[in-house]
Structures are given as structure tokens and as C-alpha cells.
């Protein structure tokens, strides 16, 4: 009986396995191309042998940059905090210095600036009041204020022939090498100073105007 099945099945020429299992390929086919599955490629040739394997490491080399990179930042930051300190110490130097030459200079100055005000008021004074018989003097008066006022500009007073970059006087001064120099010396010695006061009360003498010695500079 098993003889006439099996003769009966392969009469046809035909694998009975074969058969079956070719239909069944048949009706998953239009399934599995509606749903096409797509499996990850892999370009490994080596995975038929030796299987999947991961991948090389790729070697780290942040951490031997990072040392360079820090190296090479110690010369930037040492420059930084050396340009940073020299401000700094330029700014600390300023603050306590800066007043003190302010309060030294302007004291000089004003002496100097009160001396040349006494001299002009003087002219001034002696220009509009002072009526001479002589046409000559009256003229000589009005000459004398004009270049007064000229020389005795302040930028001319304590310009660089008279005063060194540091401030310090050029001229002679008495009793400099001792400790009572004071500024009121150093201003009633200044040459331009000096010079117009003198002509200030040579000219008050002719005109016979009494000058006392509010000035205080020096004879």
C-alpha cells in the first residue's frame, strides 16, 4: 500500500517535497514584496568566516593634544598676567602720585601767576590813570603793557627754557642747596618775573607813582 502512494505521488515526475515547498515560496512571494524587509548591509567579507565583530577602536589623541594645547598656553598666560600687572601698577603709581605733583605744581604756579598778575595790573592801571605831559612816555607806557602782557603768558613762564620735563626749575634760586626754599622764592626769582618788575617800578618812579612792595620780589 505504501508502494502504490509513493508510485502513485511520483507518477508525474515530480518531488512531492519539492513541490510543496515551492508552492509555499509561491504564496509568501507577494506578501514578502509588498512588505520588502530590509536587512543592515555589512561590507565585512571576513563575517562568513570569523562572524560580526566590532569595530577597531580608533585611537584618543585628546588627551596628548590637550597636554600640548596646555603647553603651549603657559607662554599666552604668563604675557597676560605680566601686561595686566604692569597696568595695574601703572594705575597704583598714578594714584599716589599724580595728586601729589598736581598739589606741588599748582602751588608753584600760582605763585608764579600771582607775581605776572601784579606786574600787568600795574601797567594796566598806569596805561588808563596815568596822564603824562610827554606824548613819549604815555606811548612808552602803552608799549610796555602790550609786550608785558606777551612775555608773561604762562605758557612762556613755565615753558621748557625755565622748567625741566620733571617740573623742576632751570634758573638759580637762593638758598637752594639749603631747606628753606619755598615756592614764593622760587617764583620771585623767575627771570621774565624779575625782569618786568623792575621796568614795572623804574616806570612808576618817572611818573612819580608810589609803588609799595606788595609784589615781594626780589630787588
Known amino acids: 500500500m ?4 509513493l508510485g502513485r505521488r511520483t507518477s508525474d515526475n515530480t518531488e512531492p517535497f519539492l513541490v510543496m515547498s515551492t508552492l509555499g515560496r509561491n504564496e509568501q512571494e507577494p506578501e514578502e514584496l509588498a512588505n520588502p524587509q530590509q536587512e543592515p548591509h555589512t561590507n565585512d567579507l571576513n563575517d562568513d568566516i570569523f562572524g560580526s565583530a566590532p569595530n577597531s577602536p580608533t585611537l ?23 601686561t595686566n600687572g604692569y597696568r595695574e601698577g601703572i594705575a597704583l603709581s598714578k594714584e599716589s602720585h599724580i595728586q601729589a605733583g598736581f598739589d606741588e605744581g599748582f602751588s608753584l604756579g600760582g605763585e608764579i601767576g600771582q607775581r605776572a598778575g601784579w606786574i600787568l595790573g600795574v601797567l594796566d592801571g598806569m596805561a588808563r590813570g596815568v596822564k603824562s605831559k610827554n ?12 609786550k608785558a602782557q606777551e612775555e608773561l603768558k604762562i605758557e612762556k613762564l613755565l615753558g621748557e627754557e625755565h622748567f625741566g620735563v ?3 626749575w632751570l634758573y638759580e634760586v637762593p638758598g637752594e642747596d639749603g631747606e628753606d626754599v619755598t615756592f614764593e622764592v622760587v617764583a620771585n626769582v623767575h627771570p621774565i618775573l624779575r625782569k618786568w618788575d623792575g621796568r614795572v617800578r623804574d616806570l612808576g618812579k618817572r ?9 615781594g620780589l626780589v630787588q
Not at 606824548?135 to 602790550?146: L, N, Y
Open 2 to 5: 505504501l508502494r502504490d502512494t
Open 135 to 146: 606824548k613819549d612816555e604815555d606811548h612808552e607806557i602803552g608799549e610796555c603793557f602790550a
Open 207 to 215: 611818573l612819580g607813582v608810589l609803588l609799595d612792595e606788595a609784589s
Open 60 to 82: 584618543n589623541n585628546e588627551g596628548e593634544g590637550g597636554r600640548s594645547n596646555d603647553h603651549s598656553d603657559i607662554p599666552r598666560l604668563r604675557s597676560l598676567h605680566i
Open 166 to 168: 620733571d617740573g623742576i
